[in-house]
């Protein structure tokens, strides 16, 4: 009789089924962390729209009164809103505007204050 002794079927469907679930674990740890990454970068594009434009606020000396309709942006291939608003304050020679940024279907992504120096 021949003493070689192979993995029976039984076996090998076990360590099969054992990939599988791990396969399938990794799939979705993969997917999730695909998908952070996408919002991610867009509240980062987000972050740099909204600083954008406060400098160019202060660099060209604008200051918006009220509530400006919403500009459409496009930046790094993608679709944006940037709004600015002008709030009133009680402190001399300071102006706030809010600077708001949302993408193309108008969810905010980001809000920034903004202090600006007032112009007479």
Partial sequence: MNAERGFTLLEVMI???VFAVLSAACLSAVSGLTGQSARIEEKLLAV???D?????????G???????P???VQFAGRDFRVSTAS???NLPGVHA????????K???????????????
Wanted: glycine fraction near 4%; aromatic fraction near 6%; hydrophobic fraction near 45%.
């Fill in 52 to 60: 954008n434009r406060a400098n160019e606020l202060r660099l060209y």
């Fill in 97 to 104: 505007v809010r600077i708001r940024v949302a993408n193309a």
């Fill in 106 to 120: 108008g969810m905010t992504l980001y809000d920034l204050d903004a202090w600006l120096e007032a112009t007479p």
């Fill in 15 to 17: 360590a099969l089924a």
């Fill in 70 to 72: 919403a500009e459409r």
């Fill in 62 to 68: 604008e200051r918006p009164r009220g509530n400006a």
């Fill in 48 to 50: 740099l729209l909204a």
């Fill in 87 to 89: 709030t009133e304050q």
